[in-house]
T-cell receptor, first 115, second 111 residues
Framework: DAGVIQSPRHEVTEMGQEVTLRCKPISGHNSLFWYRQTMMRGLELLIYFNNNVPIDDSGMPEDRFSAKMPNASFSTLKIQPSEPRDSAVYFC?????????????FGPGTRLTVT | GENVEQHPSTLSVQEGDSAVIKCTYSDSASNYFPWYKQELGKRPQLIIDIRSNVGEKKDQRIAVTLNKTAKHFSLHITETQPEDSAVYFCAAKGGSYIPTFGRGTSLIVHP
């Protein structure tokens, strides 16, 4: 299995531009999570899906952020318009489900730089 | 909601020494405690976990202990090696089914 796949691995964009991050979870995993990692705030959960349905988006910082999961094998995180403070590493993770002992498998991350 | 505190934020040891990282949690319903290792520029990866019905678990040079009464758990690494250098995250998971992560500990092992 290839594991969780994220693209792009690096993204540099100018303030105001739209950014779309992509994630393909591990086949057979029913839960998908989007995290943001910064030195200041650590690892923050932004939103998670179960069976393609968004369950909790309370971690999404503001309306400029949106996420979708149109099918079991694909999810996107969009930032529009982007701002310099959005610069971070964004991780996607998947797990078999939400049960307590299901391990989360992280993707390689997308390093976003907004200038 | 759950709150996980992790200490220390940075830990520097000599190769061969032991390292201990401690975490506390607030939600008594939490019953699953994974530990992740994140090497520089890489993704977090699970290295060991413990459930609430177990007090200690070992896997070669790493071990985790859990004290449910005091709501704290710890990661112990013995005979540290330079390749152990990384950021380690603890997490607690329970009623919400979503893990709450600590802020991470940067472990530096000097050769």
């Amino acid at each position: 299995d290839a594991g969780v796949i994220q693209s792009p691995r690096h993204e540099v964009t100018e303030m105001g531009q739209e950014v779309t991050l992509r994630c393909k979870p591990i086949s057979g995993h029913n839960s998908l999570f989007w995290y943001r990692q910064t030195m200041m705030r650590g690892l923050e959960l932004l939103i998670y899906f179960n069976n393609n349905v968004p369950i909790d988006d309370s971690g999404m910082p503001e309306d400029r952020f949106s996420a979708k999961m149109p099918n079991a094998s694909f999810s996107t995180l969009k930032i529009q318009p982007s701002e310099p403070r959005d610069s971070a590493v964004y991780f996607c993770a998947s797990s078999l489900g939400l049960a307590e002992s299901y391990e989360q498998y992280f993707g390689p991350g997308t390093r976003l730089t907004v200038t | 909601g759950e709150n996980v505190e992790q200490h220390p934020s940075t830990l520097s040891v000599q190769e061969g020494d032991s390292a201990v990282i401690k975490c506390t949690y607030s939600d008594s319903a939490s019953n699953y405690f994974p530990w992740y290792k994140q090497e520089l520029g890489k993704r977090p990866q699970l290295i060991i976990d413990i459930r609430s019905n177990v007090g200690e678990k070992k896997d070669q040079r790493i071990a985790v202990t859990l004290n449910k009464t005091a709501k704290h758990f710890s990661l112990h690494i013995t005979e540290t090696q330079p390749e152990d250098s990384a950021v380690y995250f603890c997490a607690a998971k329970g009623g919400s089914y979503i893990p709450t992560f600590g802020r991470g500990t940067s472990l530096i092992v000097h050769p």
